[in-house]
């Protein structure tokens, strides 16, 4: 069951299961959506000192909870920010004090920030600089807000985060309110859990978050080169449409492009599949690694495919199967945690039973209409790395 409930102002998802960890979350509209050119990162170093932001623990949470078999994390992405921690019965009220201070009023210390500032160098230097490039130039076309053009700009962040003060840290947690934070209540806990958060939880007041327009809509192929004997291609497709069958969507998608690409043609050793669901909306990413003479008529043959998929009906057979890893999934290792953060964008979760019955509705007609409105060509934006530039065109 899941009971949708306000504690001091702010929207909380209660969902009982019965297994033993108790998961609390908070999920805040926050992240390089929120950036310019000059604060890229900002939300990342706040995500750092936010953690360790708790009195209690000293200098670092992470150690102070692990100390005592209790887990806790965080990520920060396009637009949201998470912070969850879980752990047992016994340890439920320091959780939830912990928890409610870091969201609604931590304590920032400088030392915490400089140590920060550190991880977070250390951090953006362990990413892949090839993979990199082509993010960074991909956003930079794909989006209009620039936060997010920034957002893959590690060589900028590095010397944004560097310079941070403590004060602007401070500025982008302010923007914390009741409005854009949703808490998530998820396990075996007791509803002795409200009183504790109506307990530590402080009210922050501020305005409700606009509608946004995030996309530039480009239709371009754009040549990054690099060294490499191999040639990486990365398609994206914006679109404004939410679905509850996006993990059909890009499995499916996965299986029948694999099928005619490597099984097939060997042209190719896998592909790369991801459908990012957020405030903007949903993008689709097809990424490929292909050998410099065969990128050519992959390129055109993912587009002939997805040609296919907009007009021709798929075989009842794909769809059963799909259905079938589906329940699987959902009785394994789905994350229903990931699946209810996303409720700060929309209205009206389903529950665990109501999710799996609705893996019937998945179709042949209703993956066709996915792929019209997830992977609209008109609007596709082609980037890619090679040593030297290729004839790629959208024409075919
Ligand atoms: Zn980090």
Known sequence: MIVKKKIQGYPFLFIHEPNKVIHLEAVVHSGFI?????????????????????????????????????????????????????????????????????????????????????????????????????????????YSIEGIQYAEDVSLQLKIVNTLTLKEVQKSYDAFNTENILFLVYGSYDSSIESLFHQYLKPKVGRLLPDIDCFTNRHDIIFTKYNKKITTILLGFPSNLQTYFLPYFKLLLHDLLFEELRTKHHYIYDIKIDCEAFRCGTVTYIQLQVQPDNAMIVFHSVLKCLKQYQTQLISEVEVDGIQKSMFYKYQTTYSYIDYYSFFIHQKNPLTKKQLIEKRKEFTPKVFRQLCRELCSLNKALCVYQNKTPLNFTFNI
């Open 34 to 142: 929120h950036e310019t050119k000059y604060t890229t990162g900002v939300n990342h170093l706040l995500e750092h000192v936010l953690i360790s932001s708790w009195e209690k623990c000293k200098t670092s949470c992470i150690d102070y909870w692990r100390k005592r078999g209790v887990y806790v994390n965080a990520s920060t992405d396009k637009s949201i920010m998470k912070y969850y921690i879980q752990g047992t019965k016994p340890d439920i009220p320091d959780m939830v004090r912990y928890l409610s201070t870091i969201i609604t009023h931590a304590l920032f210390s400088g030392s915490t920030l400089q140590k920060e500032k550190k991880a977070v160098v250390d951090e953006l230097l362990d990413l892949n600089v090839d993979d990199n490039k082509l993010n960074d130039v991909f956003h930079k076309h794909f």
